[in-house]
């Protein structure tokens, strides 16, 4: 198959204009040669991943607003917890549907959804995207319910086997010995291991109040690794340096945290220090999953360079959420792409980069050419 357009080429973006040579669904190569393609006026760029949200979350959008983080989320009674609970199955698989089309219809190809509720969420949360017959890909962490060891050991047993690993909500929930358990069943499984992190002050104060250390450090001393930590809003000086250290990767959602009201990571000093910094939108219930708005976002409050901010949407995510040969396009990657469309957009733009993450919206993608590419 040959592919001819305007792409974002390689690690560096170089906007190309050829042909992309396609044989059984790897990039073989780039052509300016003359040869019968399929043709694309717009721009192609790599799919657009999103690497932190809760799906489960869409039933019950935009409840308790101006409520804070812990009133809204803290498990087991926040809002949020007695909202769902509230829910059917039925209800809550229908707003996963929405959910999918949503992330669908924002150029979203990959995310990583942090489910709720056991191998009963994680069933749903499959159910959904049986039922959407999108083309996207979704690496899904569980989130066990027990508490017992020996019901909390045949439950992760049960979630591993059926999703790509745990996703926890903070170290504050649980002692030093489950903690350790659930990370220790989670690598002999070889799955991934998350866990939300310094997202908030009181998060922060609470850790160091019942530890004398902050959860980074916590974590680290109980010689946990995470394959990445969701948030890092409020990270101490050591804490950078332990991330740094033990190649602990990072997943900001901005545009969350300002929602919820709980500060803004300092994604400048996280890059600053060498740590890979991805890019997530958090929770369905109080923010869209639109990248799009996020690298917008990213770029007005903290004026990073367009291209390190694109990065993290695509070739970050890729390497964080351990999803292979995607996230670049050139020859030996699959040629999964976000297609955007040759509209006032981008026309005329001096920097497509960064016309593309300031300017880009959900209307901005072109569907029709979207499904033809896993």
Do not use: W
Not at 25 to 44: M, S
Not at 119 to 137: C, D, F, M, P, Q
């Amino acid at each position: 198959m040959y592919l001819q357009s305007n792409f974002l080429y390689g690690e560096n973006f170089e906007l190309k204009k050829g042909t992309l040579v396609i044989e059984d669904g790897i990039i073989k190569g780039f052509t300016n040669e003359k040869v019968d393609a399929t043709k694309y006026k717009g721009i192609i760029i790599p799919s657009l991943i999103n690497a932190h949200t809760h799906v489960g979350d869409t039933a019950i959008k935009d409840i308790g607003i101006n409520k804070t983080l812990d009133e809204l989320v803290k498990p087991p009674n926040g809002l949020k917890h007695r909202f769902l609970n509230s829910c059917s199955d039925e209800e809550l698989v229908n707003g996963m549907l929405c959910a999918l089309n949503e992330l669908f219809e924002n150029g979203i190809k990959y995310f990583c959804d942090f489910r709720e509720n056991g191998l009963k969420g994680i069933n749903l949360l499959k159910k959904a995207i049986s039922l959407s017959k999108l083309k996207i890909n979704a690496k899904i962490l569980g989130r066990p319910t027990k508490t017992n060891k020996d019901e909390l050991k045949k439950e992760l047993n049960e979630i591993l086997n059926s999703c790509n690993g745990i996703g926890l909500s903070g170290a504050n929930e649980y002692n030093d010995e489950t903690l350790k358990f659930i990370y220790k069943c989670t690598k002999d499984k070889d799955g991934i291991f998350s866990i939300h992190a310094s997202e908030h002050e009181n998060s922060l104060k609470y850790s160091l109040e019942h530890y004398g250390k902050t959860e980074i450090e916590r974590i680290i001393d109980l010689k946990i690794k995470p394959n990445f930590i969701i948030h890092a809003t409020h990270v101490t000086p050591n804490d950078m340096e332990l991330l740094k250290e033990n190649n602990i990767n990072v997943v900001v959602c901005p545009r969350a945290n300002a929602s919820f009201n709980v500060g803004l990571p300092n994604i400048k000093v996280l890059l600053e220090y060498d740590i890979l910094v991805g890019l997530g939108t958090d929770n369905f219930m109080a923010n869209s999953p639109s990248i799009f708005k996020e690298m917008d976002f990213i770029y007005k409050i903290y004026h990073i360079e367009p291209k390190e901010i694109l990065k993290m949407a695509t070739i970050n995510n890729a390497k964080i959420l351990g999803i292979e040969n995607v996230g670049i396009i050139e020859e030996g990657y699959k040629p999964s792409f976000t297609f955007i469309k040759p509209n006032n957009t981008i026309k005329y733009s001096k920097n497509i980069i960064a016309s593309i993450i300031t300017r880009c919206e959900r209307g901005d993608i072109d569907l029709n050419f979207y499904e033809r590419f896993v």
